[in-house]
């Protein structure tokens, strides 16, 4: 039987505290250690999530390594160029990072566990239909304004087309942001 190991992809979530004094440098050892891996075959890519910088909070940074499968990630983990950019990172950092390796579809989507917010269900449900709704309805409402008759799929596609990337990057975040983190995090 084939491990499962040898055919998944792999993403390696790196979550590390850097010293508040030390940011500069690690950002430009991000910029480094971004085409490094690049050299290994396997190599699918590398994100960041930065940490908003607030006055007295320690600056978390997750960096999220990916890899084609897990053998692709060994050679990349093993590889004494790692061990030399894990050495200059730990000079930058007030603790050892937090490793998170995730295999399979779920490790192309999913964050990694740390500082991770679930709101409740009902709570996304209403924020969902809530933005979800208006933009259908008006959508909806200008195709009928069309001069011509547009077919039902068309129509469907068109609506979706609009309404897809409108609530990804304008409505939902100016939902969240208008309604605020308190909205997700009340337990109500």
């Not at 500082?115 to 709570?123: A, F, G, Q, S, V």
């Not at 596609?157 to 208008?178: D, F, K, N, Q, R």
Request: proline content about 8%; aromatic content about 10%.
């Amino acid at each position: 039987m084939e491990d499962f190991k040898d055919r998944d992809s792999v993403s390696v979530a790196i979550v590390r505290d850097v010293k508040p004094e030390r940011v500069d440098e690690f950002e430009g050892w991000l910029q480094e250690v971004s085409a490094a891996p690049s050299a290994v075959d396997g190599y699918a890519g590398m994100d960041v999530i930065r940490p908003r910088l607030s006055r007295g909070k320690t600056p978390r940074y997750t960096v999220i390594l990916r890899f084609y499968s897990h053998d692709k990630y060994a050679l990349w983990h093993n590889s004494p160029e790692r061990a030399k950019f894990v050495e200059l990172a730990d000079e930058f950092s007030l603790t050892r990072p937090a490793l998170q390796e995730r295999h399979g579809l779920d490790s192309w989507f999913a964050p990694p566990d740390d500082d991770l917010i679930i709101p409740p269900r009902h709570k996304m449900a209403i924020l969902t239909f809530g933005t979800l709704y208006p933009l259908i309805l008006v959508t909806g409402f200008i195709l009928l304004l069309l001069p011509v008759d547009v077919p039902f799929a068309l129509s469907t596609l068109i609506t979706v087309g609009i309404v897809a990337p409108a609530a990804t990057y304008v409505v939902m975040p100016w939902a969240h942001a208008s309604l605020g983190d308190g909205y997700i995090r009340r337990r109500t």
